[in-house]
């Protein structure tokens, strides 16, 4: 075992991974400094400096087990989450989703962990990674450039692929002749997503105007100098998913299945609005991140029949996201390999999504925590969503990108099921088993 000074933990982000890890720290009592460079050093992507500041969507996706996220946060919460703990608390209709005021989920995750009596936050960009103390690097997938570099040093290499956010409206701008209510398949309240459906000619129309919009330029620092991208696949820019054929998007963010407009008819296409807060007054166009220009997001996006006439609250950008190559330099308990007091958590590992990134640093936390108390860390079982994916981050054989989670990465089943649902119930229950196990013998 490693010696390492009884100082308080540090943690390098107040991201999701971050305050997750600090939580399972709190929880043993042992002390926490968390530094935040925001708001005095801004990203390009963040708007303030909120602890757990949600970017890309207020969705933390699907909620039910049998599907892989939602196992995944069934996880979480048996774990003792504070995201999943803050979410269900500030949770606004969704569907079969689970979406959050974003404002009320940073402020309960913030004052949670401000009010315990070993926590300490400070605001200020560190650019030096601890020799001997234990520290947990959850800084994010836009690490600042001198946090960077130094973290580049350790790893022997950088990895960078590009992320996009969508814009929000205002509901009072919407045109609601145009729009109507319904969540995919009537599932939640039916108030949960506001739908603008498109004709054939409306769609045709706004393939080509997206098709031919004008791109903001990556800055350097994005494009390594070179004004290249790389794209994560589970997060395409509407544009590029748009450009890979006509029909695309209809069999993507605007598939109409499961929606009929107010004649009852299914839409030829359709853009679906997810409210952004619990008083419904900000929307987000699902799956619609993207690089346009602001001017040209305006123009094409006004083509959404109900959206002629919106009130933009945000436009869509694009920025860098920064991660590890994991496989090569971590181990399976998220500890660098030849620095035993540093570990990594979030999506700088290579994880890709909130409650991915979320979940991650519950794993840190946990096994940093052990490591403070001269214990032996630990490796959540395969079996599980959680180990299911670290497994992945720390071993994958091929060319390493970020993941999201998925049953894919689970064991297959000890038997064959007739259908999918029926497969993923058992995955799901095999998962829930093992980690109950897992935390028993904790």
């Given at each position: 075992?490693?010696?390492?000074?009884?100082?308080?933990?540090?943690?390098?982000?107040?991201?999701?991974?971050?305050?997750?890890?600090?939580?399972?720290?709190?929880?043993?009592?042992?002390?926490?400094?968390?530094?935040?460079?925001?708001?005095?050093?801004?990203?390009?992507?963040?708007?303030?400096?909120?602890?757990?500041?949600?970017?890309?969507?207020?969705?933390?996706?699907?909620?039910?087990?049998?599907?892989?996220?939602?196992?995944?946060?069934?996880?979480?919460?048996?774990?003792?989450?504070?995201?999943?703990?803050?979410?269900?608390?500030?949770?606004?209709?969704?569907?079969?989703?689970?979406?959050?005021d974003r404002k009320k989920f940073s402020a309960y995750i913030e004052e949670k962990l401000?009010?315990?009596?070993?926590?300490?936050?400070?605001?200020?960009?560190?650019?030096?990674?601890?020799?001997d103390e234990l520290c947990i690097i959850a800084s994010g997938p836009l690490t600042s450039d001198k946090l960077a570099a130094q973290i580049q040093e350790l790893a022997g290499e950088g990895l960078y692929f590009h992320d996009a956010i969508a814009p929000i409206v205002s509901y009072e701008s919407l045109d609601m002749q145009k729009c109507f209510?319904?969540?995919?398949?009537?599932?939640?309240?039916?108030?949960?997503?506001?739908?603008?459906?498109?004709?054939?000619?409306?769609?045709?129309?706004?393939?080509?105007?997206?098709?031919?919009?004008e791109l903001a330029p990556l800055r350097d620092f994005e494009g390594e100098g070179e004004g290249k991208e790389k794209t994560f696949e589970g997060c395409l820019p509407i544009e590029v998913l748009a450009k890979r054929g006509e029909h695309t998007?209809?069999?993507?963010?605007?598939?109409?299945?499961?929606?009929?407009?107010?004649?009852?008819?299914?839409?030829?296409?359709?853009?679906?609005?997810?409210?952004?807060?619990?008083?419904?007054?900000?929307?987000?166009?699902?799956?619609?991140?993207?690089?346009?220009?602001?001017?040209?997001?305006?123009?094409?996006?006004?083509?959404?029949?109900?959206?002629?006439?919106?009130e933009f609250l945000r436009l869509g950008a694009m920025h860098r996201n920064t991660y590890i190559n994991s496989p090569k330099i971590l181990s399976a308990d998220l500890r660098l390999k030849d620095r035993a007091n540093l570990f990594f958590a979030g999506q700088i590992t290579g994880v890709e999504g909130y409650v991915e990134s979320s979940a991650c640093g519950i794993a840190a936390g946990l096994n940093a925590a052990r490591f403070y108390e001269e214990k032996e860390t630990v490796i959540f079982p395969q079996q599980t969503a959680l180990g299911g994916l670290l497994y992945y981050i720390c071993n994958c054989p091929t060319a390493f990108q970020p993941m999201n989670v998925t049953f894919g990465l689970l064991p297959p089943p000890e038997q064959r099921f007739r259908g999918k649902q029926l497969k993923n119930e058992y995955l799901a229950k095999r998962a829930l088993d093992a980690m109950q196990s897992f935390i028993e013998e904790l």
């Open positions: 075992m490693v010696k390492h000074i009884k100082s308080p933990v540090k943690i390098i982000g107040g991201g999701l991974a971050g305050v997750e890890a600090a939580w399972q720290l709190l929880k043993k009592d042992i002390p926490v400094i968390m530094y935040e460079m925001r708001p005095h050093k801004m990203t390009p992507a963040h708007t303030g400096g909120d602890l757990a500041e949600l970017v890309c969507s207020n969705s933390l996706r699907a909620a039910g087990t049998t599907n892989a996220v939602g196992l995944l946060k069934a996880e979480m919460r048996l774990l003792g989450s504070l995201v999943m703990e803050a979410a269900e608390a500030t949770a606004v209709p969704a569907g079969g989703a689970l979406a959050v401000t009010s315990n009596p070993n926590f300490t936050l400070i605001r200020e960009e560190i650019t030096e990674l601890p020799q209510w319904q969540s995919r398949y009537d599932k939640g309240d039916g108030t949960d997503y506001l739908n603008c459906p498109m004709t054939k000619d409306e769609y045709d129309a706004f393939y080509h105007a997206l098709i031919t919009a998007m209809r069999y993507g963010p605007l598939k109409p299945v499961g929606l009929r407009d107010k004649d009852g008819n299914e839409p030829y296409a359709v853009v679906q609005l997810r409210r952004e807060n619990n008083e419904g007054t900000m929307f987000n166009l699902v799956g619609f991140q993207t690089r346009l220009k602001w001017g040209e997001q305006k123009r094409v996006f006004s083509m959404i029949p109900g959206l002629e006439n919106a």
